[in-house]
Protein backbone atom coordinates (compact mmCIF):
# COMPACT_ATOMS: atom_id res chain seq x y z
CA UNK A 1 0.00 0.00 0.00
CA UNK A 2 1.62 3.64 -0.55
CA UNK A 3 1.56 5.22 1.96
CA UNK A 4 3.74 8.31 0.55
CA UNK A 5 4.62 9.77 -2.86
CA UNK A 6 8.02 11.23 -3.31
CA UNK A 7 8.75 13.77 -6.10
CA UNK A 8 11.43 15.63 -8.22
CA UNK A 9 11.03 18.78 -8.35
CA UNK A 10 12.41 20.47 -11.62
CA UNK A 11 9.92 19.01 -14.79
CA UNK A 12 8.09 16.96 -12.56
CA UNK A 13 6.34 19.43 -10.42
CA UNK A 14 6.98 22.47 -12.70
CA UNK A 15 9.43 23.06 -15.42
CA UNK A 16 12.08 25.68 -16.03
CA UNK A 17 10.82 25.34 -19.59
CA UNK A 18 7.64 27.41 -19.49
CA UNK A 19 8.95 30.96 -20.00
CA UNK A 20 12.48 32.37 -20.41
CA UNK A 21 15.11 30.20 -19.78
CA UNK A 22 18.35 30.60 -18.74
CA UNK A 23 21.06 28.17 -19.63
CA UNK A 24 24.82 27.79 -19.82
CA UNK A 25 24.42 29.43 -23.80
CA UNK A 26 22.42 32.44 -22.15
CA UNK A 27 25.55 32.88 -19.69
CA UNK A 28 27.73 32.77 -22.09
CA UNK A 29 25.98 35.39 -23.55
CA UNK A 30 26.17 37.41 -20.86
CA UNK A 31 29.83 37.25 -20.36
CA UNK A 32 30.66 37.50 -24.48
CA UNK A 33 32.10 34.08 -24.18
CA UNK A 34 31.83 31.11 -26.95
CA UNK A 35 29.20 28.88 -25.28
CA UNK A 36 31.36 26.18 -26.69
CA UNK A 37 34.29 27.95 -24.30
CA UNK A 38 32.01 28.25 -21.39
CA UNK A 39 29.95 25.50 -21.19
CA UNK A 40 32.56 22.57 -20.35
CA UNK A 41 33.78 24.78 -17.45
CA UNK A 42 30.63 25.29 -15.97
CA UNK A 43 30.47 21.75 -15.79
CA UNK A 44 33.30 21.02 -14.04
CA UNK A 45 31.41 22.31 -11.06
CA UNK A 46 28.33 20.79 -11.60
CA UNK A 47 28.52 18.36 -8.75
CA UNK A 48 29.84 21.17 -6.23
CA UNK A 49 27.15 23.36 -6.81
CA UNK A 50 24.60 20.02 -6.20
CA UNK A 51 26.09 19.08 -3.04
CA UNK A 52 26.48 22.15 -1.30
CA UNK A 53 30.24 22.30 -1.55
CA UNK A 54 29.91 25.60 -3.14
CA UNK A 55 27.05 28.55 -3.75
CA UNK A 56 26.18 29.73 -7.49
CA UNK A 57 28.27 32.78 -6.77
CA UNK A 58 31.31 31.15 -5.43
CA UNK A 59 31.14 28.47 -8.79
CA UNK A 60 30.48 31.36 -10.84
CA UNK A 61 33.34 32.86 -9.63
CA UNK A 62 35.17 29.66 -9.66
CA UNK A 63 34.33 29.78 -13.51
CA UNK A 64 35.25 32.87 -14.84
CA UNK A 65 38.80 32.75 -12.84
CA UNK A 66 39.67 29.47 -14.69
CA UNK A 67 38.42 31.36 -17.99
CA UNK A 68 40.25 34.76 -17.12
CA UNK A 69 37.08 37.38 -17.06
CA UNK A 70 36.79 37.33 -13.62
CA UNK A 71 35.41 40.57 -12.20
CA UNK A 72 32.37 40.32 -8.98
CA UNK A 73 30.22 42.52 -11.66
CA UNK A 74 29.88 39.51 -14.00
CA UNK A 75 29.38 37.75 -10.92
CA UNK A 76 26.37 39.43 -9.50
CA UNK A 77 24.82 39.63 -13.03
CA UNK A 78 24.89 36.28 -13.72
CA UNK A 79 23.25 35.81 -9.76
CA UNK A 80 20.60 38.07 -10.51
CA UNK A 81 19.54 36.46 -13.74
CA UNK A 82 19.68 33.00 -12.60
CA UNK A 83 17.22 34.28 -9.40
CA UNK A 84 15.04 36.72 -12.01
CA UNK A 85 14.35 33.13 -13.85
CA UNK A 86 13.77 31.22 -11.20
CA UNK A 87 11.30 33.66 -9.65
CA UNK A 88 9.38 33.40 -12.96
CA UNK A 89 9.86 29.15 -13.22
CA UNK A 90 7.76 29.01 -9.51
CA UNK A 91 5.43 32.17 -10.43
CA UNK A 92 4.62 29.72 -13.04
CA UNK A 93 3.83 26.73 -10.74
CA UNK A 94 0.67 24.76 -12.92
CA UNK A 95 -2.59 24.11 -10.90
CA UNK A 96 -2.76 20.74 -11.93
CA UNK A 97 0.44 20.45 -9.72
CA UNK A 98 -1.30 22.15 -6.81
CA UNK A 99 -4.44 20.62 -7.46
CA UNK A 100 -2.39 16.43 -7.09
CA UNK A 101 -0.66 18.18 -3.95
CA UNK A 102 -4.22 18.76 -2.48
CA UNK A 103 -5.42 15.71 -3.56
CA UNK A 104 -2.46 13.90 -2.02
CA UNK A 105 -2.99 15.63 1.00
CA UNK A 106 -6.91 14.73 1.09
CA UNK A 107 -6.25 11.14 0.86
CA UNK A 108 -4.03 11.66 3.52
CA UNK A 109 -0.52 10.15 1.71
CA UNK A 110 2.79 11.84 2.91
CA UNK A 111 4.06 14.21 0.73
CA UNK A 112 8.42 13.90 -0.25
CA UNK A 113 10.63 15.66 -2.23
CA UNK A 114 14.08 14.73 -3.54
CA UNK A 115 15.53 17.85 -5.69
CA UNK A 116 19.20 17.98 -6.90
CA UNK A 117 19.45 21.53 -6.31
CA UNK A 118 22.34 24.49 -6.24
CA UNK A 119 21.80 27.28 -3.61
CA UNK A 120 19.58 29.74 -5.26
CA UNK A 121 17.19 26.64 -6.42
CA UNK A 122 17.32 25.53 -2.66
CA UNK A 123 16.45 29.18 -1.76
CA UNK A 124 13.37 29.15 -4.34
CA UNK A 125 12.28 25.95 -3.63
CA UNK A 126 12.09 26.91 0.35
CA UNK A 127 10.31 30.40 -0.50
CA UNK A 128 7.80 28.80 -3.27
CA UNK A 129 3.80 27.96 -2.93
CA UNK A 130 4.86 24.25 -2.77
CA UNK A 131 7.18 23.96 0.10
CA UNK A 132 4.49 23.94 2.88
CA UNK A 133 3.00 21.05 1.47
CA UNK A 134 6.36 18.78 1.30
CA UNK A 135 6.81 16.36 4.77
CA UNK A 136 9.77 15.76 3.87
CA UNK A 137 11.48 18.06 1.67
CA UNK A 138 15.21 16.81 0.80
CA UNK A 139 17.85 19.40 -0.94
CA UNK A 140 20.87 17.89 -2.24
CA UNK A 141 22.13 21.07 -1.86
CA UNK A 142 21.27 20.87 2.14
CA UNK A 143 22.04 17.20 2.43
CA UNK A 144 25.11 16.56 0.49
CA UNK A 145 24.57 14.24 -1.37
CA UNK A 146 22.69 13.95 -4.44
CA UNK A 147 20.62 11.61 -6.65
CA UNK A 148 21.02 8.51 -7.32
CA UNK A 149 23.01 7.94 -4.33
CA UNK A 150 21.08 5.30 -2.56
CA UNK A 151 21.60 7.18 1.14
CA UNK A 152 19.51 10.59 -1.02
CA UNK A 153 16.60 8.38 -0.88
CA UNK A 154 16.98 6.71 2.32
CA UNK A 155 16.94 10.07 4.34
CA UNK A 156 13.56 10.81 2.86
CA UNK A 157 11.96 7.39 3.44
CA UNK A 158 13.34 8.16 7.08
CA UNK A 159 12.07 11.25 6.87
CA UNK A 160 8.47 10.40 5.96
CA UNK A 161 8.38 7.50 8.58
CA UNK A 162 7.59 4.56 6.14
CA UNK A 163 9.05 2.09 4.22
CA UNK A 164 10.73 2.08 0.87
CA UNK A 165 7.91 -0.22 -0.24
CA UNK A 166 5.31 2.25 0.75
CA UNK A 167 6.61 4.97 -1.31
CA UNK A 168 5.70 5.81 -4.82
CA UNK A 169 8.36 8.12 -6.67
CA UNK A 170 7.90 10.52 -9.32
CA UNK A 171 10.00 11.84 -11.80
CA UNK A 172 11.31 12.71 -15.19
CA UNK A 173 13.98 10.42 -14.90
CA UNK A 174 16.90 13.31 -15.16
CA UNK A 175 19.71 12.20 -12.93
CA UNK A 176 19.01 8.21 -13.36
CA UNK A 177 16.13 9.19 -10.38
CA UNK A 178 13.86 6.24 -11.09
CA UNK A 179 16.76 3.66 -11.02
CA UNK A 180 17.70 5.26 -8.01
CA UNK A 181 14.57 4.98 -6.61
CA UNK A 182 13.53 1.89 -7.55
CA UNK A 183 16.85 -0.05 -6.67
CA UNK A 184 15.90 1.53 -3.56
CA UNK A 185 12.99 -0.36 -3.27
CA UNK A 186 10.27 2.00 -3.92
CA UNK A 187 8.22 1.80 -7.31
CA UNK A 188 8.88 4.88 -9.52
CA UNK A 189 6.85 6.59 -12.27
CA UNK A 190 8.22 9.11 -14.85
CA UNK A 191 6.83 12.02 -15.41
CA UNK A 192 5.92 13.33 -18.78
CA UNK A 193 3.74 15.86 -18.98
CA UNK A 194 6.42 18.46 -19.29
CA UNK A 195 7.91 16.17 -21.89
CA UNK A 196 7.55 18.29 -25.34
CA UNK A 197 8.79 21.76 -23.50
CA UNK A 198 12.23 20.74 -23.54
CA UNK A 199 14.62 21.26 -25.83
CA UNK A 200 18.07 19.86 -26.84
CA UNK A 201 20.83 20.10 -25.70
CA UNK A 202 18.79 20.53 -22.07
CA UNK A 203 16.58 17.50 -22.52
CA UNK A 204 17.07 16.21 -18.98
CA UNK A 205 15.82 12.50 -19.44
CA UNK A 206 13.69 10.66 -23.06
CA UNK A 207 11.00 8.19 -22.39
CA UNK A 208 11.98 5.48 -20.47
CA UNK A 209 9.88 2.47 -21.86
CA UNK A 210 10.94 0.21 -18.79
CA UNK A 211 8.83 2.88 -16.22
CA UNK A 212 5.05 3.21 -16.27
CA UNK A 213 4.24 7.09 -17.52
CA UNK A 214 2.36 9.42 -16.07
CA UNK A 215 1.34 11.78 -18.93
CA UNK A 216 -0.65 14.41 -16.67
CA UNK A 217 -0.07 15.45 -13.28
CA UNK A 218 -3.71 13.48 -12.05
CA UNK A 219 -2.36 10.30 -13.87
CA UNK A 220 0.09 9.68 -10.67
CA UNK A 221 -2.84 9.12 -8.94
CA UNK A 222 -3.46 5.79 -10.84
CA UNK A 223 -0.28 4.68 -9.49
CA UNK A 224 -1.70 4.77 -5.75
Not at 17 to 22: A, E, H, K, N, P
Not at 204 to 222: I, N, S, W, Y
Request: contains cysteine; glycine residues 6%; charged residues 25%.
Amino acid sequence: MIKAVIFDMFETLVTIFSGDTYFSEHIAADLSIPVEVFRPVWHTTENARSSGQCTIAEAVKICLEMLGCYSEESVQLIVRHRSENLDGVFARTPKETIDLLKELKARNIKIGLISNCYSDEAKAIKESVLYPYFDAPVLSYEQGVTKPDPEIFRRAVDMLGVSAEECLFVGDGGSKELFGARDAGMKAVQARYFAHLAYEPHIPCGRLEEFDQAETQMDVLKYL
